[in-house]
C-alpha cells in the first residue's frame, strides 16, 4: 500500500478522516449511555468501523497533504508517540529565522495592514484575522468555505487608495463555497470559486460591504483551484485557477475540457486554468487579450493546470509564475499578456500523450502538436525553469528590498511544500530570465543536480505565502503546516 500513489493515498486519507468525523459525532449522541457501556451490542458494532479507521489513518498519515491535517516525522517509543521536528534553517549564517505568530489552523496568505499589522487567512476554518505585534486583535470575518483537499479561503490582495492608511483599505478574498446538501447534486450554480471585496471597517475592525467579483467554476475539483491574489500598480487584480480536476494522477473527470487547457475540439473557456486579470470592480482591463466575449476577455495567461504563486518584478513590472506539474514538470514561467503554458499538451520540457503523460522532450516546431491561440492572439512559450520531480512550487515574490543585502535585491523567491525549501533564483540583465550556472545552466533540476546555489532555505513546512513587507522590507514565510499541525508565521531578518 504505501507505495500506492500519493493522491490516491490522499484522497484515502481524506475520506477516511470523514468518516471518523462521523463516528465521533454519533457517539457523542448516544451520551452517557456509551460511555458507561449501557449498550454494549452498539459499542461492539462500531469497533469494526473504528479499527478499519485507524489502521488506515496509521498507513497513510505521514503523507504530506496540501490542504489537510498531517503528522509528519513521528516516532514511536515505548509505545508513546514523540515529535522529532526538523527546525527551518538558511543557508546565508549571515541571517536568521524569527518566529512571529504560531498556532493557525492551516495559513493560506498574508497582507500587511501597516508595520507589524497585518491580515492573515486560514484555509480550513474560512477566518479572516487581524495580526498586531504578532498578537491576534480580531477576527474581521468567517466565512463557511469548503475546504476538501485544495479547496478553502485561498487568496488575499489588498487596495489602499492612494493611502497607505488601513481607513482607505478594500480587501479581496478568493475562497471555495460548495455546499453539500442531501439528494442534492453540486452544480456551477451552487458549486464555485469566488473572488469578493470588502470595505475594511477600521473602528470596528471588521469586513464589511461585499461585493461579487468574480464567480468561477469549482467544479468537478476539489483540487487544482489556485486562488493567489496579486494587485498591480496599475490597481489591476491578477487571480490564478488551475483546471480544477482532481489531484488524482490521470484521473480527469469528462465533461470539463475546455480550449483554456488546449482542447481544440474543447468548449470555450469558462474561468479555468488561468491567470485572470480584472478591475477592482471585476470588469475586463479594456477589450481583452484573447478575445472580446466574457470570461475569454479577462484571460491574462492560459494552458496553466494549477498555480499557487504569482509576483511583479519591481523593475518591469513584467509577471511572473510559478506552476505545479502532475508528477513532473514543476516550473517558473515569465508570463506575458496572452502567455500559453501548454497545458493540457506541454508540461515542463515535455509534450504529453493522450493520458497527459510523457511522450518525448516537446520542440516548438513539431506540428503534430495542437496548441491553441486563440485567432494568433494567444502564445506558448517555453518554462524559465522546470523541475524534472516535483517539488510543489507554491508562492512566489520577488525581494523589492536590501534589508537582507545587495546580493537579494528584486530576485525571485519560491516556496514549496518538499522538504519546505525556500529557492532563491538570480534574474538576468534584460529580467527575460533566469541567470543559472553549472549543473542549473540547462534551467533544468533533475536528482543528478546540485542545488546548492538556487536552495535559500529548508525545512519551513508547506509553504503556502512568501510577502516582503513595505513596512521593515524583510521577507515574512507562511507556513500552513509545521510539524505539530499548527501554522507559523516567520520573518527573515540580518544576523546584525
Not at 39 to 59: A, G, K, R
Not at 454 to 474: A, C, E, H, K, Q
Request: include cysteine; aromatic fraction near 10%; hydrophobic fraction near 35%.
Amino acid at each position: 500500500m504505501c507505495s500506492w500513489p500519493f493522491e490516491i493515498l490522499q484522497n484515502m486519507l481524506i475520506d477516511v478522516k470523514i468518516i471518523w468525523v462521523q463516528i465521533d459525532k454519533k457517539i457523542q449522541s448516544y451520551g452517557r449511555g456509551l460511555a458507561n457501556h449501557q449498550d454494549p451490542d452498539l459499542i461492539l458494532s462500531c469497533l469494526p468501523i473504528v479499527l478499519f479507521c485507524i489502521i488506515f489513518l496509521f498507513l497513510v498519515s505521514e503523507h504530506p497533504i496540501l490542504g489537510q491535517i498531517q503528522n509528519p516525522n513521528v516516532t514511536v517509543t515505548n509505545n508513546q508517540s514523540t515529535q522529532s521536528i526538523s527546525q527551518p534553517s538558511l543557508t546565508d549564517p549571515n541571517l536568521r529565522i524569527e518566529e512571529v505568530a504560531e498556532g493557525f489552523d492551516f495559513p493560506t496568505s498574508m497582507a500587511f495592514l501597516g508595520k507589524n499589522d497585518f491580515i492573515l487567512l486560514e484555509k480550513n476554518t474560512g477566518n479572516v484575522i487581524r495580526l498586531l505585534n504578532g498578537n491576534v486583535t480580531h477576527q474581521l470575518l468567517h466565512i463557511d468555505v469548503s475546504f476538501r483537499d485544495e479547496r478553502g479561503l485561498l487568496g488575499l490582495a489588498l487596495l489602499q487608495n492612494g493611502s497607505s492608511n488601513a481607513k482607505n483599505t478594500f480587501v479581496f478574498l478568493y475562497y471555495t463555497h460548495c455546499p453539500k446538501v442531501s439528494g442534492q447534486a453540486q452544480t456551477p450554480q451552487n458549486c464555485g470559486n469566488y473572488v469578493y471585496r470588502y470595505k475594511l471597517d477600521t473602528n470596528n475592525y471588521t469586513l464589511t460591504d461585499p461585493r461579487l467579483i468574480l464567480s468561477l467554476p469549482a467544479l468537478p475539483g476539489p483540487s487544482h483551484n489556485g486562488g493567489k491574489l496579486l494587485m498591480d500598480k496599475e490597481q489591476n487584480l491578477f487571480v490564478t485557477i488551475g483546471d480544477l480536476q482532481p489531484t488524482n494522477y490521470n484521473q480527469n473527470v469528462v465533461g470539463y475540457d475546455t480550449k483554456a487547457q488546449n482542447i481544440m475540439n474543447g468548449t470555450n473557456p469558462d474561468g479555468r486554468a488561468g491567470i485572470l486579470r480584472v478591475t477592482p470592480d471585476g470588469k475586463p482591463v479594456g477589450k481583452g487579450i484573447l478575445g472580446e466575449v466574457y470570461p475569454l476577455n479577462i484571460y491574462f495567461a492560459y494552458g496553466i493546470k494549477n498555480s499557487f504563486g504569482i509576483g511583479l518584478d519591481p523593475l518591469t513590472n513584467n509577471l511572473w509564475e510559478s506552476e505545479n506539474g502532475p508528477q513532473f514538470g514543476d516550473e517558473i514561467n515569465l508570463v506575458k499578456p496572452g502567455f500559453n503554458s501548454g497545458w493540457e499538451k506541454v508540461q515542463g520540457i515535455w509534450k504529453l500523450n493522450q493520458t497527459r503523460d510523457i511522450e518525448a522532450v516537446y520542440n516548438q516546431s513539431d506540428k503534430g502538436v495542437a496548441l491553441v491561440n486563440f485567432g494568433g492572439k494567444g502564445s506558448y512559450s517555453k518554462p524559465e525553469f522546470v523541475w524534472e520531480k516535483p517539488v510543489g512550487p507554491t508562492a512566489l515574490t520577488f525581494l523589492d528590498s536590501s534589508k537582507l543585502g545587495k546580493q537579494y535585491q528584486n530576485d525571485i523567491f519560491v516556496g514549496s511544500v518538499k522538504n519546505g525549501i525556500i529557492y532563491h533564483f538570480k534574474v538576468s540583465k534584460d529580467r527575460k530570465s533566469l541567470s543559472l550556472s553549472g549543473d542549473l545552466s540547462d534551467l533544468i533540476f533533475n536528482k543528478k543536480d546540485d542545488p546548492a546555489q538556487i536552495v535559500f532555505g529548508r525545512n519551513f513546512g508547506i509553504i503556502t505565502d512568501l510577502v516582503v513587507s513595505p513596512y521593515d522590507g524583510y521577507l515574512y514565510v507562511v507556513s500552513g503546516i509545521k510539524g505539530n499541525d499548527k501554522g507559523v508565521i516567520y520573518r527573515i531578518v540580518p544576523n546584525s
